[in-house]
């Protein structure tokens, strides 16, 4: 109820979001915690493209980070070429630089991240999904961080947390679904989590 309460105000929303984004990088966001350096793949959640991600990947960036798109086109859905094609993409970025790479998902992009990470753990050092409804479904066997709002009106919040379990968090922010990718709260979160040192997780806070 609460989300299609939400959904009729979500494009005004996520403009708000994206006009106060350039303020708060300015601000809260340029004293977030830098990176090591390590790749990150941004996967974009259903109908978008690498271009819904831009904000997000650029931030990354200049904390350090190599970010990197998924390179898949438009997100039309799950197949099992498009399964092939992004474990593929997590081998070349792995082995490009020698290193685990972190899975940041939007919405679809993160349940797409978590059976990446299920598949390949090996290769995965931590995913973060940003409102994705991935439901009651396993937690990957890597370090796991959702990011949900309340006030998310596309998906359904309840369906976007993690279960409890070791290595498992959830972050609430206030935003609209389609304005996570530059909500300053959500990437603040972001940053945080990534720059935990490898096999030295901590909850969010602590």
Excluded at 22 to 50: I, K, N, Q, S, Y
Excluded at 161 to 169: A, D, I, Q, T, W
Excluded at 189 to 198: F, K, Q, S, V, Y
Aim: charged letters at 25%; proline letters at 6%.
């Amino acid at each position: 109820m609460t989300r299609l309460l939400w959904f009729p105000l979500e494009g005004v929303r996520a403009f708000a979001e994206r006009v106060a984004y350039v303020p708060a990088e300015r601000g809260l966001l340029d004293r977030a915690p830098r990176g090591d350096g390590h790749p990150v793949l941004v996967l974009p959640g259903f109908l978008a493209a690498d271009d819904s991600t831009g904000v997000l990947r650029r931030y990354l960036r200049a904390l350090g980070y190599s970010a990197h798109p998924w390179l898949q086109g438009r997100n039309l859905g799950p197949s099992s070429r498009l399964a092939e094609r992004l474990s593929g993409r997590v081998e070349e970025l792995s082995d490009r630089h020698g290193r685990k790479l972190s899975l940041v998902g939007w919405s679809l992009g993160g349940v797409f991240a978590r059976q990446l990470a299920k598949r390949m753990p090996e290769r995965v050092r931590q995913v973060i999904t940003l409102g994705s409804p991935f439901g009651a479904s396993s937690a990957p066997p890597v370090p796991a961080t959702a990011i949900y709002s309340k006030s998310d009106g596309i998906t359904d919040w309840e369906d976007c947390r993690e279960s409890e379990g070791h290595e498992r968090e959830n972050i609430e922010v206030v935003g609209s679904h389609c304005g996570l990718g530059w909500n300053a709260r959500a990437l603040w979160a972001i940053a945080d989590r990534l720059a935990l040192a490898e096999g030295d997780w901590k909850p969010f806070g602590v």
